[in-house]
């Protein structure tokens, strides 16, 4: 009763804090771990201290599963020469660095010991680095460089660890250790290969979201406790099975599967994730009581904690900027790959530690000397990343002044991809039609397809301070609609005259519906304070290449709207005669209708800043 009642009071907390913090636009991780270190002196807040088997097989496999649902795989393989390099490369790295800083400072230790700090230490946090980086806005690149490291890094840590401790008995040769590391990356592979393989066929058979969604609880730990069983990388195995689940997705799974997947595994990264930053907090007493205890001075165990700390933060800088000069004058390839001083500034300094470092650093033998100083640098070092790195990140991004990933350019992207796949869905629907449809099919399936591709080209621009584009008024419209016949649904019930299945299945409807028109709702909220104006792009078909270049061309009104008397949502201007018509989203469409008439293949955009341009014949952006 008394455990429940813990739980349930930290849910609580971590609800209230997060919400808090979304409200004032606060760094959840950060004021979390603040607020768990100030609740743990209060009286009655139990003491704290994680099990290294909790946070390592129960916490980590579902924590690192959430964050392979948002990776790409082509992205993930296009980035792995700098993987490996951060992921492997840099945690030997530091792991040296701070076991001799380690040594150094700390009189008595053994250099194995002060290395298994080293390698406690090493990985940044993948939940500290999706966090933070989610909330600031970091530069694309930058944010999946960082998710990307973090997501592996765990497992090259977990294996110099696992090395140092059998070096405080033993004395393990390097073609051991190689060979080790061999097998913890390959046996990795084969099982989250293969349980990645064997979960896509099942899923390929199921139909019920509910079944589907259990099999994804426990996918994480079907990939990670073999793996560890058979002394491959548990971490490694878990996120091979994520990126290849999420890969094929969208082949195996049902479209009402894959929404209550995600729905579901936000709640549950939500719920951990900021668990994990409350209970570090929490856990400060106890190390404190406990270096207390190890008779080494105030003073001594400061300067230790301190010097493992900054030789931390210093070892990824020098590695950092080291890489990033050998790639600036290493052959093409490696040019490619080098990053600009404020990439390398940024990805030095968003190395925050989390959870992970805590628990490792419970595996120390409870018998080696200075334990609890170890214990209590560890900690610190997960503390003062999160204070001192995390709190002056926003102010260092806003410094290097690297632009954060584009809306307007994510928003033509979608544009994009919409008009491409309502192509194609409009191909098929015509390969399927056999001319006996009931009256009225055909024309509603085209509207509807073509409504939710003009719906993304409205995001961009701005319409006229007083009108409001069509997609925006349906919305608005259809809410209103779903709202009276939501309550028709409630009377039934109350009134009892409809059985509860029947009731059931038509609120489901209705909030089916809704959830689609709340997630257009809330784009248009993000979008609404400024117009979206991508940038030009290079041309990609003859009739862009040979059109004027792209320029910014407001124009205040559509010619033919003002003739006919009818309302416009977006202007387009033609570049060979300067014909400026409306756009596809308004009712007369009058850009496509003077491309019909006179065959003027390329248009550019007339809202303000806009300088995009549009080829009719080819259906391509520029």
Not at 404 to 410: I, K, T, V
Request: charged share 15%.
């Amino acid at each position: 009763m008394e455990l429940i009642a813990e739980l349930v009071a930290l849910v609580i907390a971590v609800g209230v804090v997060a919400g808090l913090c979304d409200r004032f636009g606060w760094p959840t991780p950060l004021v979390l771990v603040v607020v768990g270190a100030a609740a743990s002196f209060l009286p009655r807040v139990p003491e704290v201290q994680l099990d290294p088997d909790l946070v390592l097989f129960a916490l980590l496999p579902p924590l690192l599963y959430a964050t392979t649902a948002q990776t790409s795989l082509f992205a993930f393989k296009h980035n792995k020469a700098s993987i490996f390099a951060m992921s492997v490369v840099l945690v030997v790295f530091t792991t040296l660095v701070v076991g001799w800083v380690t040594w150094m400072l700390l009189p008595g230790v053994v250099l194995a010991a002060a290395l298994a700090l080293g390698a406690v230490v090493a990985p940044p946090d993948a939940v500290a680095a999706a966090a933070i980086g989610r909330r600031l806005g970091l530069p694309r690149r930058v944010a999946t460089l960082l998710e990307h490291e973090s997501l592996v890094n765990d497992a090259a840590a977990l294996i110099a660890l696992g090395v140092a401790v059998s070096a405080l008995t033993s004395s393990p040769s390097p073609p051991e250790v190689a060979l080790e590391f061999v097998w913890a990356v390959a046996g990795a592979v084969l099982v989250g290969g293969a349980v990645a393989a064997v979960l896509a066929l099942v899923r390929a058979r199921l139909r019920d979201p509910v079944l589907d969604t259990v099999v994804s609880f426990v996918a994480p730990y079907l990939a990670f406790l073999p793996a560890e069983a058979v002394h491959a990388s548990g971490v490694l195995s878990t996120v091979v099975t994520g990126l290849a689940l999420a890969h094929v997705s969208p082949k195996v799974q049902t479209a009402s599967a894959r929404v209550t997947e995600t729905i579901t595994w936000r709640t549950i990264a939500f719920v951990l994730e900021n668990a994990v930053f409350l209970l570090i907090g929490l856990q400060l007493p106890a190390l404190l009581s406990g270096a207390a205890d190890s008779g080494l001075g105030g003073g001594r165990i400061a300067v230790v904690c301190v010097g493992v700390l900054v030789a931390t933060i210093v070892a990824r800088f020098v590695f950092v900027f080291g890489l990033a000069g050998i790639l600036t004058v290493g052959t093409p390839w490696m040019r490619r790959l080098a990053w600009s001083p404020g990439v390398a500034t940024l990805v030095s300094w968003a190395g925050m530690r989390g959870v992970v470092t805590l628990a490792a650093a419970q595996v120390l033998p409870e018998d080696l000397a200075d334990r609890e100083v170890l214990l209590l640098a560890a900690f610190t070092v997960v503390v003062g990343s999160l204070l001192v790195q995390g709190s002056t990140l926003p102010w260092l991004v806003r410094r290097v002044g690297l632009p954060p990933p584009d809306p307007a350019e994510d928003a033509m992207r979608a544009a994009e991809l919409g008009d491409a796949a309502n192509a194609a869905g409009l191909r098929r629907l015509a390969e399927l039609t056999t001319g006996e449809e009931p009256d009225g099919v055909i024309e509603r399936l085209k509207d509807r397809s073509i409504a939710r591709s003009h719906a993304s080209w409205e995001r961009l621009g701005r319409p006229l301070a007083d009108q409001q584009t069509p997609s925006s008024i349906y919305a608005q419209l259809r809410m209103e609609m779903l709202d009276a016949e939501r309550e028709v649904v409630i009377r039934a019930r109350d009134d009892g005259s409809a059985p509860g299945e029947v009731l059931s299945a038509a609120l489901a409807a209705i909030d089916v519906e809704e959830s689609l028109l709340d997630r257009q709702e809330e784009l248009e909220s993000l979008e609404r304070d400024q117009a979206l104006a991508p940038r030009p792009r290079e041309a990609t078909c003859a009739h862009l290449r040979a059109a004027p270049a792209g320029e910014s061309h407001p124009a205040s009104a559509c010619e033919d709207c003002l003739i006919e008397g009818t309302t416009w949502v977006h202007l387009r201007t033609c570049l060979t005669c300067g014909h400026v018509g409306c756009c596809d989203s308004s009712p007369r469409r009058h850009s496509r209708a003077h491309f019909g008439s006179v065959g003027h293949p390329v248009v550019v955009s007339a809202e303000p800043g806009e300088a995009w341009r549009w080829c009719w014949v080819d259906d391509e952006l520029g």
